[in-house]
């Protein structure tokens, strides 16, 4: 019951990244590079090749099982960093609060899971449990 619990948690919890990193790459990777220009960051271009890439890369190697604690603690850090920048409720206008804040809390709970995998691992039904 365990490793299907972890199989289905994986699932859940990577199908989001692999499905916004796949809609970088396919539906305009410039649109993301100009959301993150306008947050003042450099380079935004490779910035966003790199968030695109860590989702979708991070996002099949957590749902394949494979390299799962390395993967989840990378998307751990991708999500640390989008929190940070993109629902910082703390320093948005009043409007805006309660949205930022719930979409806060949902990235914790988001990073809470990978920790969780990284704790425990994939499970026996990955690539790593068939591994050994």
Do not use: C
């Amino acid at each position: 019951m365990n490793n299907l619990a972890l199989l289905i948690g994986r699932w859940a919890l990577a199908t989001a990244f692999v499905v916004s990193g796949a809609g970088k790459f396919l539906g305009g990777i410039e649109g993301v590079a100009g959301t993150l220009a306008a947050k003042g960051l450099p380079y935004a271009m490779p910035l966003a090749i790199v968030a695109a890439a860590v989702e979708l890369g991070g996002g099949l190697l957590v749902v394949l099982g494979f390299q799962t604690r390395l993967a989840a603690l990378a998307l751990i850090v991708f999500t640390i960093a989008a929190t940070y920048l993109f629902h910082n409720f703390w320093a948005v206008d009043p409007a805006q609060y309660q949205a930022q804040f719930v979409h806060f809390l949902k990235n914790l709970s988001i990073i809470g899971g990978f920790l969780v995998l990284v704790a425990a691992g994939p499970g026996r039904i990955s690539v790593d449990g068939a591994r050994g």
